[in-house]
């Protein structure tokens, strides 16, 4: 697959297991984005990874209290890198998870100065409910 073609089926992905918001941090730190998929497939949660070209970032989760549960796999981002794969798969993306993103860069702000390409901006087309 192209990397396009890619980036769009992890938006797919996203959008019916994924989850993205802000983790707070000590007081006196700026609030950090949080992006995580979570699923019992593990191959699909791996082509995060990959795309990411890292090799950490799932964390295997037993689920044993019942029999027939599955063991789960969730991968897990914070701060700049989140909010970059957010903004690479925003296209793609259902009105809700876009309007997360949104509140979550208004929530933020600017962000630390070494981040190094700056986060899209909303239009009125695109989310003029948010």
């Known amino acids: 697959l192209t990397k396009k073609q890619q980036l769009i089926?992890?938006?797919?992905?996203f959008d019916g297991e994924g989850s993205f918001?802000?983790?707070k941090k000590k007081e006196g730190h700026t609030p950090a984005a949080v992006l995580e998929v979570q699923?019992?497939?593990e191959e699909v949660v791996t082509l995060f990874q990959r795309y990411l070209k890292t090799n950490r970032n799932i964390r295997k989760t037993r689920k044993k209290k019942k029999e027939y549960y599955k063991d789960t796999y969730r991968f897990c981002i914070k701060g700049y890198r989140a909010l970059h794969l957010m903004e690479e798969m925003l296209p793609y993306l259902?009105?809700?998870r876009k309007e997360q993103y949104y509140a979550v860069v208004q929530s933020i702000g600017n962000g630390p100065k070494n981040w190094s390409s700056p986060i899209f901006e909303q239009t009125k087309d695109e989310t003029s409910n948010v």
């Not at 089926?9 to 992905?13: E, I, M, N, P, R």
């Open 39 to 41: 699923m019992s497939d």
């Open 9 to 13: 089926f992890l938006a797919g992905v």
């Open 21 to 23: 918001g802000i983790v």
């Open 94 to 96: 259902c009105r809700r």
